[in-house]
């Protein structure tokens, strides 16, 4: 079962807008990570945000914050201010507690973002 | 280095031929992870090293990959008799070992593999 879903294959977003890109996750572990992260074209995979089941506050990084509701089991990134360089795919992931996989991410499919002047 | 280091960064390979594919993480990080990322899809997870541990296996696709990794350093993926539908980014990343939940994953920028 998909553990990470994410349920907009492409956005668009005008330059100095926010934009909110959604992410829900299924899992009956109660402690458990998020994470976000930027592929640009180049392909690498950039690290943006964090947020810890137990954290108190939404996590915030600079442009990025995380909008996090543990009931609804939702985690979005809000990008506020976009750049055109902020045109990129994100991807949302999840770990779990301890177990058999270590502490290996699990990915959604991505959120494509354009970023249009 | 300063950060994870693939190589090759492309391969372009025959159909049925081996390929190793090289990854060599941030100095003093004890995690290792191999994913497999197909075109405009999200990431899989195919294999994870923690320092001497028994490495988990769990997410490679068939017994065409194996990797192998030495220590905490260099580790190598490999496909035999690669197919078609081997073609893929092959995505390496390493963390740290201790903080659990909140360790970062950093990767690294990827192999290109192209099966013709």
């Known amino acids: 079962a998909q553990k990470i879903t994410q349920t907009q294959p492409g956005m668009f977003v005008q330059e100095k807008e926010a934009v909110t890109l959604d992410c829900t996750y299924d899992?009956?572990?109660?402690?458990?990570?998020l994470f976000w992260y930027k592929q640009p074209s180049s392909g690498e995979m950039i690290f943006l945000i964090y947020?810890?089941?137990?954290?108190?506050q939404n996590a915030t990084e600079g442009r990025y914050s995380l909008n996090f509701q543990k009931a609804r089991k939702s985690a979005n990134l809000v990008i506020s201010a976009s750049q055109l360089g902020d045109s990129a795919m994100y991807f949302c992931?999840?770990?779990?507690?301890?177990?058999?996989?270590?502490?290996?991410?699990?990915f959604g499919k991505g959120t494509s973002l354009l970023v249009t002047p | 280095g300063a950060g994870v280091s693939q190589s090759p960064s492309n391969k372009v390979t025959e159909k049925g031929k081996d390929v190793e594919l090289r990854c060599d993480p941030i100095?003093?990080?004890?995690?290792l992870y191999w994913y497999r990322q197909r075109l405009g899809q999200g990431l899989e997870f195919l294999i994870y090293?923690?320092?001497?541990?028994?490495?988990?296996k769990s997410g490679l696709p068939s017994d065409r990959f194996s990797a192998e990794r030495t220590g905490e350093s260099v580790s190598t993926l490999t496909i035999q008799r690669t197919q078609q539908e081997d073609s893929a980014v092959y995505l390496c990343?390493?963390?740290?070992?201790?903080?659990?939940?909140?360790?970062?994953?950093?990767f690294g920028e990827g192999s290109w593999l192209t099966v013709v």
């Open positions: 090293f923690q320092g001497n541990s028994a490495p988990d």
């Open positions: 947020q810890g089941s137990y954290d108190q």
């Open positions: 990343a390493s963390s740290l070992a201790r903080g659990g939940l909140r360790n970062t994953i950093y």
């Open positions: 992931a999840m770990r779990e507690g301890p177990g058999n996989s270590g502490y290996a991410l699990n």
């Open positions: 899992t009956s572990d109660p402690s458990y990570g």
């Open positions: 100095s003093g990080h004890t995690a």
